[in-house]
């Protein structure tokens, strides 16, 4: 555990934040090209979709690991959900639905440890959640017809795909950043460790 960061958010946070969410929509962008391209690959069982939806969720966990502060993940997630949108998704304004609740997902694992954790187990947790929010919003919106065995698998799937991409890609990303000098102005920055 470290100490509890400060939580007001200063002017380079707010930029910083929007940034990755900018960048993080862009990446949205293509990822949904991809989805619309590989969405039959999974016919013969539709729950897998769910193994390649963990880079939705990198913000809900890369927001929080750099900006350590409240509302960095559910700022991070919803941002680089409007993004998206703004860019054509194929969703519409049901994607900013998904960001708020990804991002909340996200959020949820560091405000359980009142933002003083942010080591690899937070984000690993923080992937989980923020992929099972998206999990069970997508049962909701899009697969109610499917039998309550394939809800739940596609739930755990995506959850699982959150926790391996959103929380050990965004933890591994954070701390590549963070060693090249250019989170030198955040405590994620100085925090070498970050394990």
């Not at 991002?103 to 440890?113: C, Q, R």
């Not at 697969?143 to 391996?164: E, F, N, R």
Request: overall charge positive; aromatic content about 12%; proline content about 5%.
């Amino acid at each position: 555990m470290t100490q509890p960061t400060p939580t007001r958010w200063r002017t380079l946070d707010i930029v910083v934040a929007s940034v990755i969410a900018v960048a993080f929509g862009v990446v949205f962008w293509g990822w949904n090209q991809l989805w619309t391209g590989v969405e039959g690959a999974f016919k013969a069982f539709p729950p897998a979709n769910g193994a390649i939806a963990g880079v939705w969720f990198l913000p809900a966990v890369v927001g929080p690991l750099v900006i350590r502060k409240p509302g960095a993940g559910l700022f991070t997630e919803t941002v680089a959900a409007i993004i998206s949108a703004l860019l054509g998704a194929q969703w519409g304004l049901t994607t900013v639905l998904y960001g708020l609740l990804q991002g909340a997902g996200g959020e949820a694992a560091f405000a359980a440890t009142a933002y003083r954790s942010f080591r690899l187990p937070s984000a690993l947790v923080g992937g989980a959640l923020a992929g099972a929010a998206g999990g069970l919003l997508d049962v909701g919106l899009y697969y109610a017809d499917w039998s309550s065995g394939w809800q739940l698998a596609h739930i755990l799937i995506t959850a699982a795909s959150g926790l391996v991409i959103a929380g050990l890609g965004g933890w591994a990303l954070t701390r590549a950043l963070a060693q090249t000098g250019a989170l030198d102005r955040f405590p994620s920055g100085r925090d070498r460790a970050l394990v």
